[in-house]
């Protein structure tokens, strides 16, 4: 069966550290893969999703980025953190042509 | 872009009664989504409505979808305490794969 990692669960960083949130799926290949930030009391913001290796696609203009560099591995990175970073951040798998989504536990970024 | 509303966005329920949460979205969709978060977890997949005039129903939940009216509902009988949770419904736009949420319903429900 597959399953998806999400590490670290929490995360506290002061503005203008850099950052970095890794994703893995287990048990399936070639997966969509997709990095959502939820703010506070809000709603789900797509951030970046992925079809492939090296494949990465923007949905929002900001000082995020994310990379693919293998099949299963997928990273949320910044440089530097700005307050408005701050949110429980989700990964999230599909297969391919399919929609329905998993989700990873979370990681909870607080930036202070 | 597909946008989507909710509402209520937030639904203060007493155990016992029934009350529905509504979805409406802007353009062309296929299927719909619903989906469960507990506090401070992760979203959990509740139904996939494939077709016009799908329904769904598991337990006290059931959802509906009319792609014309471009609107699903999340109707929930006998509301008791462990339904609290934040709903969110997410409708994928015709011949896409990505889903676009709305902005959650949050359940509270008391006795």
């Known amino acids: 069966s597959q399953t998806i990692h999400q590490w670290p669960a929490t995360l506290v960083q002061p503005v203008g550290s850099p950052l970095s949130l890794e994703c893995t799926v287990e048990g399936t290949s070639n997966p969509n893969l997709y990095w959502y930030r939820q703010a506070a009391g809000r709603g789900l913001q797509l951030l970046f999703y992925s079809v492939g290796i090296g494949q990465i696609s923007s949905e929002v203009p900001q000082n995020l980025s994310a990379s693919r560099p293998q099949d299963r591995q997928f990273i949320l990175s910044s440089k530097k953190l700005l307050l408005s970073d701050s949110g429980f951040y989700l990964c999230?798998?599909?297969?391919?042509?399919?929609?329905?989504?998993?989700f990873g536990s979370g990681t909870q970024l607080s930036v202070l | 872009e597909l946008k989507v509303e909710q509402n209520p966005l937030f639904l203060s329920m007493q155990e016992g009664k029934n009350y529905t949460i509504y979805c409406n979205y802007s353009t062309t969709s296929d299927r719909l989504y619903w989906y469960r978060q507990d506090p401070g977890k992760s979203l959990e997949s509740l139904f996939v409505?494939?077709?016009?005039?799908a329904v769904k129903q598991e337990g006290r939940l059931m959802a509906s979808l009319d792609t014309k009216a471009r609107l699903s509902t999340l109707h929930i009988t006998a509301a008791v305490h462990d339904l609290s949770a934040t709903y969110f419904c997410a409708p994928r736009i015709s011949g896409d794969y990505k889903l676009s949420f709305g902005a959650g319903t949050t359940v509270t429900v008391r006795a």
């Open positions: 999230a798998w599909s297969l391919g042509g399919n929609e329905k989504l998993f």
């Open positions: 409505l494939l077709s016009n005039g």
